[in-house]
């Protein structure tokens, strides 16, 4: 499983920014998927999770209510909507694919730069 995220840039306290992952290779594999963070000097962190036919999502406390994961399964993609975003959203966000065996796959990452 590869997984490719796009979407960071530089925005604006207040501002939104979508990030998406395409998933390819054993995507038949896959079952749940989720956006991690990591910040400068910080651990990664969970943000947001989304089960396999998407109809179960849950969320770290800190984005809820700002952030929304989806999911195309036939586009093999995944989605983070960013809305309302502070200067601590600032990080590198990760995309990870579970797969029915227990593994994990990660991205790239792609920087979200929140400026106040």
């Known amino acids: 499983v590869q997984l490719v995220e796009s979407g960071g840039g530089l925005v604006q306290a207040g501002g939104s920014l979508r990030l998406s992952c395409a998933a390819s290779g054993s995507t038949f594999s896959i079952n749940a998927m989720g956006w991690y963070r990591q910040a400068p000097g910080k651990q990664r962190e969970a943000v947001a999770g989304?089960?396999?036919?998407?109809?179960?999502?849950n969320y770290a406390d800190s984005v809820k209510g700002r952030f929304t994961i989806s999911r195309d399964n036939a586009k093999n993609t995944t989605y983070l909507q960013m809305n309302s975003l502070k200067p601590e959203d600032t990080a590198v966000y990760y995309c990870?694919?579970?797969?029915?065996?227990?593994?994990?796959?990660w991205g790239q990452g792609t920087q979200v730069t929140v400026s106040s």
């Open positions: 990870m694919a579970h797969t029915e065996l227990g593994y994990r796959y």
């Open positions: 989304i089960s396999t036919d998407g109809a179960s999502t």
